[in-house]
């Protein structure tokens, strides 16, 4: 009997990813993002746990606002990270005119060229935007995209999103539950003809490496260097972030805006670990821009910084007092790695 209810709360979160993607894609765009806005509401009065790790990691990069401010920038960032889900329910209906009217890309200039010549490009990215879409946007104009994406709970949502993602020609390696994922990488990255794009930002494996973020020491995964060192693929930053779109473009009143940092290569001397170190501290670097930029892309609501770690998340002194919200599902961790 113990386990009966964590059984009802899958079957409702199944249930709940099915009817998202035939039902939110069915709805009127106005109402869909509307929809998603009310759910990132609630889930901000709400003060759950990743709501708390957002406001804490808002504030270490942000730390001039005040606490109101940092409150209308966690309600922005967690209505940014509703509208990722919502294009992700609709983006299987999308036509490719609609994809690419939804994306903006800057300094892509090299990485077209390796792509018309059908070598592999590795990219490292954040939690940043809507990753989904950019990887439909290359998938159409560069080349398709392989990733890895963490193993989520329960299983029948993973296979959901896995079907979704592949259904816009992303290649997807499971991070557990399978073989060892750095070996499919090893062979997509020797193999060409794919864009390698790895959600670095934050450190699964505990075998990461600490980097400068925005004057923090935080925790980034160092697989897109390795691999970039061990195969001789060229390594790329790519953020991502939404921005307001023009009146009659974009989806939802936001477009996604893709730009590439130039080839990064390693600054120093030394052993494989020492050189991939320093460029996962240039792809911080180069991510750090659109953190402190767009904050609110940066959708975060797991521990990154080393000082977060092994603390506890408070609640906040404005949650603390708030009306009692109804009830709304936690977002899924690592939807975006």
């Not at 990691?57 to 967690?78: C, F, H, I, K, W």
């Not at 993602?165 to 992303?170: E, G, L, Y």
């Not at 892309?297 to 109804?326: G, I, K, N």
């Given at each position: 009997?113990?386990?009966?209810?964590?059984?009802?709360?899958?079957?409702?979160?199944?249930?709940?990813?099915?009817?998202?993607?035939s039902v939110v894609r069915a709805l009127?765009?106005?109402?869909?993002?509307?929809?998603?806005?009310?759910?990132?509401?609630?889930?901000?009065?709400?003060?759950?746990?990743?709501?708390?790790?957002?406001?804490?990691?808002?504030?270490?990069?942000?730390?001039?606002?005040?606490?109101?401010?940092?409150?209308?920038?966690?309600?922005?960032?967690?209505?940014?990270?509703?509208?990722?889900y919502c294009e992700a329910f609709r983006l299987p209906s999308l036509s490719r005119a609609q994809v690419d009217?939804?994306?903006?890309?800057?300094?892509?200039?090299?990485?077209?060229?390796?792509?018309?010549?059908?070598?592999?490009?590795?990219?490292f990215v954040g939690h940043l935007g809507n990753f989904d879409l950019a990887a439909a946007w290359s998938a159409?104009?560069?080349?398709?995209?392989t990733t890895v994406a963490e193993r989520l709970k329960p299983e029948e949502v993973f296979q959901e999103?896995?079907?979704?993602?592949?259904?816009?020609?992303?290649?997807?390696?499971?991070?557990?539950?399978?073989?060892?994922?750095?070996?499919?990488?090893?062979?997509?990255?020797?193999?060409?003809?794919?864009?390698?794009?790895?959600?670095a930002d934050r450190d699964l494996t505990n075998g990461g490496v600490e980097v400068d973020l925005l004057g923090h020491r935080a925790r980034m995964a160092k697989g897109p260097a390795v691999l970039s060192l061990m195969t001789g693929a060229p390594l790329y930053a790519a953020r991502i972030w939404y921005e307001p779109a023009p009146a009659g473009e974009g989806l939802g009143g936001h477009r996604t805006v893709i730009e590439f940092s130039e080839r990064l290569v390693p600054r120093v001397q030394g052993t494989t670990a020492v050189r991939a170190a320093d460029l996962i501290q240039q792809c911080a670097d180069h991510l750090a821009v659109t953190i402190r930029e767009h904050t609110s892309s940066w959708?975060?609501?797991?521990?990154?910084?080393?000082?977060?770690?092994?603390?506890?998340?408070?609640?906040?002194?404005?949650?603390?007092?708030?009306?009692?919200?109804?009830?709304?599902?936690?977002?899924?961790?690592?939807?975006?790695?």
């Amino acid at each position: 009997m113990t386990g009966l209810p964590r059984r009802a709360t899958d079957a409702v979160s199944v249930l709940g990813f099915k009817l998202g993607w035939s039902v939110v894609r069915a709805l009127p765009e106005r109402a869909a993002y509307a929809l998603f806005d009310r759910v990132a509401d609630v889930a901000v009065r709400r003060d759950g746990k990743g709501i708390r790790r957002l406001r804490s990691n808002y504030a270490r990069v942000r730390p001039e606002l005040s606490e109101a401010e940092l409150d209308t920038l966690v309600r922005q960032g967690m209505r940014s990270y509703m509208r990722y889900y919502c294009e992700a329910f609709r983006l299987p209906s999308l036509s490719r005119a609609q994809v690419d009217g939804a994306v903006v890309v800057r300094g892509d200039a090299e990485v077209r060229e390796l792509c018309a010549r059908g070598e592999a490009v590795i990219a490292f990215v954040g939690h940043l935007g809507n990753f989904d879409l950019a990887a439909a946007w290359s998938a159409g104009n560069l080349m398709p995209v392989t990733t890895v994406a963490e193993r989520l709970k329960p299983e029948e949502v993973f296979q959901e999103f896995v079907a979704f993602r592949r259904s816009i020609d992303m290649d997807i390696i499971p991070l557990t539950g399978g073989e060892d994922p750095f070996h499919g990488l090893l062979d997509a990255a020797r193999g060409g003809g794919r864009i390698i794009a790895l959600a670095a930002d934050r450190d699964l494996t505990n075998g990461g490496v600490e980097v400068d973020l925005l004057g923090h020491r935080a925790r980034m995964a160092k697989g897109p260097a390795v691999l970039s060192l061990m195969t001789g693929a060229p390594l790329y930053a790519a953020r991502i972030w939404y921005e307001p779109a023009p009146a009659g473009e974009g989806l939802g009143g936001h477009r996604t805006v893709i730009e590439f940092s130039e080839r990064l290569v390693p600054r120093v001397q030394g052993t494989t670990a020492v050189r991939a170190a320093d460029l996962i501290q240039q792809c911080a670097d180069h991510l750090a821009v659109t953190i402190r930029e767009h904050t609110s892309s940066w959708h975060m609501l797991q521990r990154v910084f080393v000082d977060d770690l092994a603390a506890p998340v408070m609640p906040s002194a404005s949650a603390a007092s708030a009306p009692a919200a109804p009830a709304a599902s936690e977002p899924v961790a690592g939807a975006t790695s």
